[in-house]
C-alpha cells in the first residue's frame, strides 16, 4: 500500500550524506559503505530500513548526493522507497519558556531522565542485533524472532525493561511474530503484553503503541478463525488491553464474539 506522506511524522528525519569516499548518517559513517557510489547508497539504505523497523513505521530521510543533489524520501518498514516532490515539513518549534516561573509551593521533584527513543543501540549488543537484521532480511523470520526475544531479553537484563532500547526490540520481536503468522495464540499474547509495556514506558511515537494494540486483536482474531477454545481462553485479555487504549469498536468486537461463541458451545 503506498505511503500517505501525511501520516508520516515530521520527526525523525534521517539525513543521507554520500561522498565520494562513502556515506554517512547524520554525520556518522555507514558500515559496509565505500568509494562505490550504490554500495554506499544501498549500505545507507539499509541503515534507514533497520531504523524504520525499531519505529514500526515508516520514517522521512534526506539523500544528499556528491554532487549537491538532495532527494526527500520515506521509507516504510518493508523496505520500499517513497520520493517526495516537497522538502519535509518543518518540526514543530519547542514551546518558549516561560517568562518567569511561579515560586515552588511543594518540595522539588527530582528531574526525571529523558530517553531518546530513536538512539541506535550500544556497540555490544550491535553483532547480535545484525544477525537479527541479517535472518530478517534472507527471510529467515524464525530465526530473526529466537534472535529478537534474546536481544530484548538482554536489553531489559541491561537496561529495564522500560528503557527505550529494550522497548523497541520487544516491538520488533512482536512484529516479527506476527509477520511469521505461525503460531497466533503466542502472538496475540505476546502484542498484547508489548502494548501494555509501551504505554507504561510512554514509547514514542505513540502512534506505534496504539498500532501495536491493534495489531493485537488482529492476532486475536485470527487465532479465532482458527482455534475457538484458545480464542476465549485470552479474550478477557485482549478486551482489558483494548479497553484501555480507548478501542471502544474492536473492545465490543472481542466481547461479541465471546458472547456468540458461548452461546453456540452451550448447544
Known amino acids: 500500500m503506498p505511503v500517505n506522506p501525511d501520516q508520516v511524522p515530521a520527526e525523525p528525519t534521517y539525513t543521507i550524506t554520500l561522498t565520494a569516499t562513502g556515506a554517512y548518517i547524520g554525520?556518522?559513517?555507514?558500515?559496509g559503505a565505500s568509494a562505490d557510489p550504490e554500495e554506499s547508497r544501498r549500505a545507507a539504505l539499509r541503515e534507514i530500513y533497520v531504523k524504520a523497523a525499531l519505529h514500526g513505521r515508516p520514517v522521512r530521510l534526506v539523500a544528499k548526493e556528491a554532487d549537491g543533489t538532495t532527494w526527500p524520501m520515506i521509507m516504510d518498514t518493508g523496505g520500499?522507497?517513497?520520493?517526495?516532490?516537497?522538502?519535509?515539513?518543518?518540526p514543530p518549534a519547542p514551546a518558549a519558556p516561560p517568562s518567569a516561573a511561579p515560586?515552588?509551593?511543594?518540595?522539588?521533584?527530582?528531574?526525571?531522565?529523558?530517553?531518546d527513543w530513536a538512539a541506535?543501540?550500544?556497540?555490544a549488543y550491535q553483532a547480535l542485533y545484525?544477525?537479527?537484521?541479517?535472518?530478517?532480511?534472507?527471510?529467515?523470520?524464525?530465526e530473526a524472532v529466537v534472535i529478537a526475544a534474546r536481544l530484548e531479553e538482554e536489553l531489559a537484563s541491561g537496561y529495564g525493561p522500560l528503557h527505550p532500547h529494550a522497548v523497541n526490540i520487544a516491538t520488533l520481536h512482536a512484529s516479527l511474530m506476527l509477520r511469521q503468522g505461525t503460531d497466533w495464540y503466542a502472538t496475540a499474547e505476546l502484542l498484547v503484553h508489548t502494548a501494555l509495556r509501551r504505554r507504561e514506558a510512554d514509547a514514542q511515537p505513540l502512534q506505534d503503541t496504539v498500532s501495536t494494540a491493534r495489531n493485537a486483536h488482529a492476532a486475536w482474531r485470527s487465532l479465532a478463525r482458527e482455534d475457538a477454545e484458545g480464542a476465549a481462553g485470552i479474550a478477557e485479555k485482549v478486551a482489558g488491553m483494548l479497553e484501555q487504549f480507548g478501542e471502544d469498536r474492536r473492545t465490543r468486537d472481542v466481547l461479541t464474539w465471546v458472547e456468540a461463541n458461548a452461546m453456540t458451545a452451550g448447544r
Open 80 to 90: 520500499s522507497i517513497t520520493t517526495l516532490h516537497a522538502p519535509h515539513p518543518t
Open 27 to 31: 554525520g556518522e559513517p555507514v558500515p
Open 103 to 115: 515560586p515552588p509551593t511543594a518540595p522539588a521533584v527530582p528531574p526525571q531522565p529523558t530517553h
Open 120 to 123: 541506535p543501540l550500544p556497540a
Open 130 to 142: 545484525d544477525d537479527l537484521r541479517a535472518a530478517e532480511n534472507a527471510g529467515r523470520l524464525p
